[in-house]
């Protein structure tokens, strides 16, 4: 259940910050009231993961290695941003230190 919550946490980030990207500094409402939303939800499904025992450091490193390679990955698909061989490397290095995180021994 714990990793559930933290997925779901996880999409939430990602929808707020990309909501972000929309809001135009805030001057759109709609966009605005969904990054609120997004980013309570994802706090609030984050520390119910963490109060279901999952440790602090591995969730939180899955947790914002996941939304930065999803945000980059987005950016580059739809908001026209580049995607440089060097930002790719970035996101393998992310995931890389997760993964690294969780054979150290995380639940």
């Known amino acids: 259940m714990a990793w559930l919550l933290l997925a779901l946490a996880i999409a939430s980030e990602v929808l707020a910050t990309s909501a972000l990207k929309l809001s135009n500094g805030f ?10 939303a997004g980013y309570i939800t994802s706090f609030t499904l984050l520390s119910q993961a963490l109060k279901l025992h999952l440790e602090m450091g591995t969730a939180y490193a899955i947790w914002s290695g996941a939304g930065t390679a999803a945000i980059a990955l987005i950016g580059a698909a739809f908001l026209g941003e580049t995607l440089t061989p060097l930002k790719i490397a970035g996101i393998l290095l992310i995931v890389g230190g997760v993964v690294v995180l969780n054979l150290a021994g995380g639940q």
Do not use: E, P, R
Not at 27 to 35: A, C, F, I, N, P
């Open 27 to 36: 001057t759109h409402l709609g966009w605005t009231l969904l990054v609120a």
